[in-house]
């Protein structure tokens, strides 16, 4: 495909090239890695989703069910409970974009009806059968994940697997009239992948940026970054994370997915000035 110039949303079309984009990380669940339980009041949840826009975020993340090693499964109704209440009594407060992080069709639909603009799919649409024609279906934009068992971690090469994906989702999608401009990518660090694929496919973003599509990666406070730094706390990773975000931007990265929206701006407005500036 020719290389996208915009991202197009149900609510309005994000210009690519010119500076890199954030999302800003919602979990509304009791068990994430970093923040679980942190915003299971919705009062905390609304103020930490307006805060996050203040300090720049264009696009909030929003998952009801952790996807964390070793997470435990909620039903359908327990994530639509989770999510689409909150999606419903914030839209009305804000124009930014809003992403349901989910992988089933069901949460998918209700979320985008009830003001969602984006599906962020960690199967990339090749788990759920329906969930392509529910993104199809209600006009709505993607972000395709790579994703795979963990015990198919380390067999090849990382990043012609994540090639391989990447073209059975995008038809997948495109077959159910997904847009070809409304559609993104991530190459999923930490699912599926071993520490050393994690820190490889880092060091070969440029290949999968030069597939056409825009590019999402989320490194931010992740077990690669823990492990190399050796730092328990998910909390203490923002400097290894401000590094992933820098060299990602560098490697044509078009949107960083993160934790801490403030302290991530800053370093990619740095970057998008020395990269960007004309």
Partial sequence: MAEQNTFYTKRRALPLGGRTYLAGILNLTPDSFSDGGDFVNQDLARQHFLQMVQEGAEIIDIGGESTRPGHIPVSVAEEIARVVPFIEAIRPQTEALISIDTSKSEVAEAALYAGADIVNDVWGAQRDPQMAAVIGRQGAAC????????????????????????EKSVEIVQSAGVRDDAIMLDPGLGFGKTYEENWEIMRRLPELSA????????????????????????????????????????AGVD?????????NRECARVMDHCLRYE
């Fill in 143 to 166: 972000i395709l994940m790579h994703n795979r068992p963990a015990e198919e971690g380390g067999v090849g090469d990382v990043i012609e697997a994540i090639r391989r994906f990447f």
């Fill in 211 to 250: 597939i056409g599509y825009p590019l999402l990666l989320g490194a931010s406070r992740k077990s690669m970054i823990a492990k190399l730094l050796e730092l328990a706390d998910p909390k203490e990773r923002l400097n290894g994370s401000l590094a992933t975000t820098a060299l990602a931007i560098q």
């Fill in 255 to 263: 949107c960083i997915r993160v934790h801490d929206v403030r302290e």
